[in-house]
């Protein structure tokens, strides 16, 4: 038996897979900052919906599996651990330099660098030096190593981030710095860069490695916490982390990769739409997690989860392999305003969780998105979270008055033109993301989660000419429900510089090195996995690389398909597999293969697969009964409208599968609504997906 | 509030932030596709490119840019291609210039490419791309000219071209061009990749055309540029009119070391601004100058960060902007003037000068003064040519030489190492990105001491870095400082920060290794100053790998008067090692008793200086005449102004009409006279002793430093640097002495 949960900053989502196959979810406020006390309702609250206690519920649940905000908020909240960050002697500064990745402000009195996780006092430089092929230019100085790390113990650091020049082309001085560390102080918290981020691009790995020496404390005192309680409670299987890489692996991994936990919460939800794709047969999706404050968004194209190698959270580098999930500062609580051009403004600005929009009433006095969302007719004051929560019309209006006033519209007229703004700005999120992937939106359906975005994604997929929504049934407790489907994998990646000729065949050099490259990273992950005893027919080793023409800087991750260590029959097909997806992106005439291919970073990941529960279709044919409005009110029939029509206001609990209704209409669930705007049809599918078709 | 924008029928606040947040993530995208199918270092690494929307005029709408002055050129292209191809332009035509004097952008190395977009047979708007390609030919690898030269011995230049003639492309054109570079190849693909991320604007334009129909979007274009117009005026009519003056200096014209001045007086009366540039010395036989895109470039930076940040960086700004720039001078060269160098030079210094002058606009409006801002860094940088450790050949320069302090603000310090105000987009690349693409062993990379200008606010650090050659025989070196010997103005009593420097430590290595050997840490203070230290530009210099390249970006000037700054934060800064206790001593009068402050002794300190100050000569005897710019140190009677007015953090005007001290309310003269004159002086010529940070003297003895302190109570309330033997400058005047005064 797996048990997902997936811990947000306001509730818990609990999903039981059993032994049948079928899903159940549960829903649980969460606890901060004791986050593992939620976890522990959560179970009591299983047992009791199974009518059984948690001890005998927990001792048939054989993976535990968890995803979790907490390295994410100890990095957002600056609340880690101290890091005293070894570096190699000359180069202290760098990460303070932070490349001059400035904030884009014009305004000079607001120019920042990134700020650090690690002041420059406890930045040590350790005399070492490795040049750009892993000779050794200057031994360690491993008496100098020993005062630094004296240095950091006697300040009563305790955590230790270290990212020498080089390192992943030669980690011996790292390997040796950790080990005298561990000698010094065995209980320390020890993150080195050739492991946390094997890299080219020294500012980028050291800051990996510092938040995963500034997070990886916090998150081994939360795992050990929760482990130890489910263990009091009659847990013995495994307790296995969702990681940023769609992954889910073992407790002793996640901790010292800390680093590759940052996104655990959105990549759980991209697996689950990838999963909802398998079962309905789309492999092109885009994901689109509208919550309060912010949005995520991701790619699945051809059922590949899209990955990348470097993302930034609050302006912090982190260069993993992690799923792609592009962060977008719009949600519900986006703050509206008028910019000193006259022209209207949403965000970045946000009321957050407090005070929230002024419809939650709970001293929110600015107009937010969901202010405006409730001035259209789409919310029912009502019926919000199920009735659950009455919404405070009134406040909305008082928070508009002003912005109207000044805009000279009326108060509808400004909050629809909040709603367009905020689906545009959707809609540029998304378009920039897939162009920088070098793909079209319009192959693409929208999948939908995420408590704000059921009004806005049928207008925005229709502003990025996408014909299809896909609301999934298990909405609410989504990200949950990817845990389940996901696999345990581990990945590892080494920035290497090699070429291959025209047609892909490596130049004699770089097929040695490359095969002793996949052989190394291969035993890392075969290393990994071992804990997990999984049987062969079960493990799946894949092997790709980031590769380019041969001095651009455009590279793609393609896969080396074959057995075993890649040979080059594998290049071929990967230079050919490049060649193709390069002409898809660029156009046929863009490719310059006659000058050959660099292999920029190489790539082996690990998978244990679980098997996937079979999931229960109902038959569609037949059940398609058209369900009864549960009333109508004037609400906002489409992005573009400019008054408020009358319209029906349904509820899902009313659809079976077949169920269609015409837009426009609002279909409402307990915990989020849907807007089916005009020229949209919504359907109830075999799996209680909610399809939204999108005509032009 | 923008009410008569709001009020036509055609402004639509909604569309409008629609179309502007598509437009700039266009931009972006277009930025990374750029990025994507070129490999250039300049691309990928540094992002020193310019992508922007621009309407059927050519007046920018939005872009991002490298730097400010690079994302406005690009509507010097489009406007000289309307000019030049009228009626011949077509839909599927895309244009190729890179000629500063003839429809081109900044300097010839600026490659950029504009596409119209249709509707029907109407140009309805423009995108473009600025990017600065690695080599346009010319006799010097990178292509800036070093010795005295004329723009024909520079690069190779075109005026706007049809890269895309109706959609054909146009192979003639590329080869032609191709034909003259050094790296055909690279540059090749540069040009594909220019090229590719124009089209795809072109098609996201269209898109948005469609959606939303071409006469909306006309009319949100033009409303745009009208709102930040309307918005930018209003902000205007709140500041307090006058004639604000600065200036800023450039040295050494590639072979002799002469002193080039740009000046640049800011009037603002009502909701105007002019820009004036008179006074510029005349263009340079070197690298110095810039044409006029680039004069007019300086002004929108200037406009962009300290003047209006949070307005859209639109063309509407310029709205109420006049730009005089005097042709044949540094800002306005004329051929066959060389301008290769424009970007560094004259179209960045060209910033400074009006900064320096709205330093003394921006003051009078509270709000506006916390964005008081002195000159970044500037760029300090040699090609480094020999082939790479592949055996390719290869050229390409240590970008810490760009990365200077920021100047120090109202409210805070300078950000170290942060380039220039207007370099909005750039970064750095990582020291393992050179060193796997460049035959160079990095050996020490960090802040250095005691380079960000002193003043209650304290400038940002210069980043500095020493290196070797490395799996290489040697480079070839060819030199191009900026701000060397020639600091920048400070701010409101600071100092200016320090200057840039490139050294070569000869026979360095041996004594490298030897402290390896030992473990002791390089002694890279010591190597520098005992290095070799070529001119501010020159070239034939060689580096081998038993040699040492030093390499230090400008200092970010000071705001205020250092002797004010609290004694905790010179001790902070000397614990960070970011100033050094002999300079927390020498600059801020804060005394280090070992790890600590001697509060006694700083306060004794602090007075002494004070009372120093106090006994300084007045102006009207220390100060030359001059050409008589200064005014003459005769008092007169104050002319009416609309009520006080804040200067600087210690100089109003008072509600009569008199000059007074801030702390002390000591009187200095009316404000129909150069206040300068009546102030306790110091003039000395400019030398690390003289502005507390380390700058070379010039043997020429050509430029100084002057501080200006209250004969009252000490207070340093100004510095300027000027040339010798130059009057004090007039930095404000009220309009009606400006009118007064003989032309």
Known sequence: MRLGIDIGGTFTDIVLQESGGGLRRWKTPSTPPDFEQGVFDGIELVADALGTDSRSLLGRVDEFLHATTVTTNVVLTRAGERVALLTTRGFGDLYQLARMYRNQQRDPSLVTHPVPLVPREDVEEVLERVDYKGRVVVPIDEEGLRRAVGNALEKGIKSFAVCFLWSFRNPEHEQLAKRVILEEAPDAYVATSFEAAPLIGEYERMSTTVITAFAGPELRAYTGKLLSGLRERGFEGQLLLMKSDGGLGSIENTVTSAGQTIYSGPVAGVLASRALGEESGEGNLITFDMGGTSTDVALIEDGDVRSTSLQFLDRQALATTMVDVTTVGAGGGSLATVGPDGAMRVGPESAGARPGPACYGRGGTEPTVTDANLLLGLLDPEYFLGGDMALDREAAERAFAPLAERLGMTEVAAAAGVFRIVNALMADAVRLRTVFAGLDPRAFALVSFGGAGGLHCASVARELGMSRVIVPALASVFSASGLISTDLAYSVARSTKDLLGPGGVPVPDSATSMSDLFEQLEGQVRGSLDVHSIPDERTEIRHSVEMAYAGQSLHFEVDLVGDGTPGEESFARAAAEFDSRYAATYGTGAAAPENGYDVKTCRVMGVGKVPRPPVAQADGEGLGSTPLPVGSRRALADTDSVELTEMPVYRATDFNPGSRVTGPAIVEYTDSTILVPCRCDASLDGFANLQIEVNR | ?743
């Open chain 2, 1 to 743: 509030m923008t009410q008569q924008a709001q009020g036509t029928a055609e402004f639509d606040p909604v569309l409008s932030e629609i179309v502007y947040n598509y437009e700039l993530t266009m931009n972006r995208e277009m930025g990374r596709a750029l990025v994507n199918l070129s490999g250039s270092f300049l691309f990928v690494s540094a992002s020193d490119f310019a992508c922007g929307c621009l309407d059927a005029e050519g007046n920018i709408l939005t872009t991002i840019s490298w730097s400010l002055q690079m994302g406005y050129a690009i509507s010097n292209t489009v406007r000289h291609s309307l000019e030049r191809f009228k009626d011949d332009l077509r839909p599927g035509d895309v244009i190729f210039a890179n000629d500063p004097y003839e429809g081109g952008g900044l300097h010839s190395h600026d490659v950029v490419i504009v596409a119209p977009v249709f509707d029907g047979d109407e140009i309805l708007m423009w995108v473009g791309v600025s990017a600065h390609v690695t080599d346009v030919g010319g006799a010097v690898p990178g292509g800036y000219s070093v010795e005295h030269s004329d723009v024909f011995g520079e690069n190779v230049r075109f005026t706007p071209v049809k890269f895309y003639d109706g959609g054909k492309f146009r192979q003639d054109v590329l080869d032609a061009f191709l034909t003259n570079v050094r790296l055909p190849e690279a540059t090749g693909i540069d040009l594909k990749a220019i090229t590719g991320a124009v089209w795809m604007g072109k098609e996201r334009c269209s898109a948005m055309i469609e959606q939303h129909g071409a006469d909306r979007i006309r009319a949100i274009h033009s409303a745009q540029i009208e709102n930040a117009a309307t918005a930018f005026r209003e902000r205007l009519s709140q500041l307090p009119d006058g004639v604000y003056r600065g200036a800023a200096h450039m040295e050494h014209d590639g072979e002799d070391d002469l002193i080039y001045t740009i000046r640049a007086a800011v009037i603002k009366r009502g909701d105007q601004l002019t820009v004036d540039y008179t006074g510029t010395d005349p263009q340079a036989p070197g690298v110095l100058n810039g044409t006029e895109v680039g004069a007019i470039g300086d002004a929108m930076a200037a406009l962009g960060t300290v003047y209006a940040p949070d307005l859209p960086f639109n063309e509407g700004l310029l709205d109420p902007v006049t730009v005089v720039a005097p042709e044949g001078t540094l800002v306005n060269a004329t051929k066959p003037a060389p301008i290769s160098g424009a970007t560094v030079y004259a179209s960045w210094f060209g910033t400074d000068a009006i900064l320096e002058a709205s330093n003394y606009l921006l003051a009078g409006h509270p709000e506006a003064a916390r964005r008081r801002s002195g000159p970044w860094g500037s760029w300090t940088f040699a090609w480094l040519q020999g082939p790479n450790q592949y055996g390719q050949p290869w050229f390409w320069n240590v970008f810490t030489g760009g990365s200077g302090g920021a100047s120090a603000v109202q409210d805070r310090d300078g950000e170290n190492a942060m380039m220039g105000i207007q370099t909005i987009d750039a970064f750095i690349p990582n020291v393992e990105e050179y060193e796997s693409q460049s035959p160079v062993l990095f050996l020490d990379t960090r802040f250095a001491a005691d380079t960000g200008g002193a003043g209650r606010h304290r400038g940002g650090l210069a980043l500095e870095s020493f290196c070797t050659p490395y799996d290489t025989e040697a480079w070839d070196v060819v030199v191009f400082h900026n701000r060397m010997s020639a600091p920048s103005s400070a701010i409101a009593g600071g100092q200016p920060g320090a200057g840039a420097t490139i050294r070569f430590a000869r026979g360095a290595m041996e004594s490298v290794r030897e402290h390896w050997d030992r473990g002791e840490e390089l002694p890279v203070e010591e190597y520098a100053e005992t290095a070799e230290r070529p001119p501010a530009r020159g070239r034939g210099f060689r580096v081998t790998p038993e040699d040492g390249y030093y390499i230090r970006a400008t200092g970010g000037p000071g705001f205020g008067d250092p002797l004010i700054r609290d004694p905790e934060a010179v001790l902070e800064d000397v614990r960070r090692g970011f100033v050094t206790a002999e300079a927390a001593e020498r600059n801020f009068g804060v005394v280090m008793a070992g790890d600590d402050i001697d509060p006694v002794a700083t306060a004794r300190l602090r007075e002494e200086r004070l009372a120093e100050r106090r006994a300084l000569p007045l102006g009207e005897r220390a100060l030359p005449v001059g050409d008589g710019s200064g005014g003459s140190a005769e008092p007169g009677p104050p002319v009416p102004q609309d009520g006080p007015q804040v200067l600087g953090e210690g100089l109003e005007i008072d509600e009569r009409g008199y000059y007074r001290c801030r702390s002390c309310e000591h009187e200095f003269a009316s404000n129909s006279v150069n206040w300068k004159w009546w102030a306790a002086t110091e003039e000395l010529p400019v030398s690390g002793d003289s502005i507390g940070a380390p700058i070379p003297e010039r043997p020429e003895g050509d430029l100084v430093f002057r501080r200006y302190c209250c004969p009252g109570c000490g207070s340093q309330i100004d510095t300027e640097v000027a040339n010798a033997g130059e009057a004090p400058r007039w930095n404000f005047m009220p309009l009606a002495v400006h009118e007064e005064l003989p032309r």
